[in-house]
């Protein structure tokens, strides 16, 4: 017999006071729906399994509002919403250590006597992944001319050109007037030498006029971004045409094509959940979507760029330059790497996806939107 709770063990339990309970009930956020045997009103399963979706988003900061449009979405099931809040309390947790290292080093200084900048003292909210992981990347990103060659096409005939997120600028066009935008103060110092001027801001605030510039570009930056629509609204305000290079995180995209994601890393599921899809970008900014084919041979060693290589990401240098295999966790990344090591011996990987051998390029979800 399915077990029901009274409100005060449910309380005890999740450590919310009765009361919490009673307004949840009240604003029909989470009602006990069964009764139990002297004729009180119990949370049956169900009802616990919506109190603790609501209580998590709670605890990550959201509205009841909108944590009540999120609980009721017919679309989101109860394994949805496991990934999506795994997948924001791993951003959270990524903030957190950062701010823990950066506090830590400010105790430092301090005890030494110095004083940080308020530069320095801010640079904790802004891109701390890139400034853990920043270091690899120039192993195996660089341009791919053929990928490049799109964009540029796609810039039209723009003198001025934003290069959002810009990291160490493989993809700004030579022949144009470039700035570029990077929050990561270790992706910055990596940046060759004549790369074009770069300056430290987010896009989710540029600090450009409207209008100063003909053209914005972003490659390969939003799913990093604290809230994608806002960098693309500012890229928007700042330049006339927007030319943005991401990928579709849909089922029918990236993580049910790839057979990486598929087969072996399903933890990326996690990791895209709750980021808004590639068709509400480019929604945001009005934008036309077209497929991008990654050739076979790919110079630019991004997650999906190895398809037809699988031997590349058992090399470390190759997972290193790319934010996923570290945001998955070292457990995943450690069983993903042993079970592909061992299809691949084994010949199930090749049996598996036989198909790709004759392709030259796939179509992985990646997308250019221009605007
Ligand atoms: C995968 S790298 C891509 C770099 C470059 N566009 C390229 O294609 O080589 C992602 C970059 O986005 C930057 N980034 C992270 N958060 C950002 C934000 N809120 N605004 C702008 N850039 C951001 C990171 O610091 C990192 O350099």
């Not at 530069?119 to 490049?148: C, D, H, M, N, W």
């Not at 001025?160 to 929050?183: H, I, K, M, Q």
């Not at 790497?337 to 598996?352: N, P």
Request: proline share 5%; with cysteine.
């Amino acid at each position: 017999m399915e077990e029901h709770l009274t409100v005060g063990r449910v309380a005890e339990l999740a450590g919310v006071s009765v009361r919490t309970l009673h307004h949840y009930d009240e604003i029909g956020l989470v009602q006990p729906s069964a009764r139990t045997a002297a004729g009180y009103r119990a949370y049956a399963a169900g009802d616990v399994e919506r109190l603790r979706e609501v209580l998590a988003y709670r605890r990550l900061g959201f509205g009841l509002r909108e944590i009540a449009d999120l609980v009721d979405d017919p679309t989101t099931d109860a394994i949805a919403h496991l990934h999506r809040l795994r997948g924001l309390l791993l951003e959270q947790r990524d903030r957190t250590a950062a701010m823990v290292a950066a506090i830590d080093s400010e105790l430092e200084a301090r005890a030494m006597g110095i004083r940080t900048t308020p530069e320095e003292q801010l640079k904790v909210f802004g891109a701390q992944l890139y400034e853990t992981i920043g270091s690899a990347y120039p192993a195996t990103r660089r341009t791919e001319p053929r990928i490049a060659a799109r964009v540029w096409e796609a810039l039209g005939d723009a003198r001025t050109v934003l290069n959002v997120g810009a990291g160490t600028g493989s993809y700004e066009p030579p022949d144009r007037d470039v700035t570029a935008v990077e929050p990561s103060a270790v992706m910055r110092a990596q940046r060759p030498a004549g790369a074009a001027p770069c300056v430290a801001a987010d896009a989710e605030s540029l600090p450009f006029e409207d209008r100063s510039f003909d053209a914005a570009m972003a490659f390969s930056t939003v799913h990093h971004w604290h809230d994608p629509i806002a960098g693309l609204r500012e890229m928007r305000r700042v330049a006339r045409r927007v030319v943005v290079f991401t990928h579709d995180t849909g089922d029918t995209g990236w993580r049910q094509r790839f057979w990486l994601s598929r087969d072996y890393l399903p933890e990326v599921a996690g990791l895209v959940a709750g980021r808004p899809s590639v068709d509400r970008l480019a929604d945001a900014i009005g934008a036309r979507m077209e497929p991008v084919l990654i050739p076979w041979d790919c110079a630019d060693g991004f997650f999906e760029a190895y398809w037809r290589r699988p031997e590349a990401y058992l090399d470390e240098h190759v997972r290193r330059a790319v934010s996923v295999w570290t945001r998955v966790g070292p457990a995943a990344e450690q069983r993903a790497v042993g079970r592909l090591r061992d299809d691949l011996s084994s010949g199930r990987w090749a049996e598996r996806n036989h198909d790709l051998v004759a392709l030259d390029a796939a179509e992985l979800g990646l997308r250019l939107l221009v605007a």
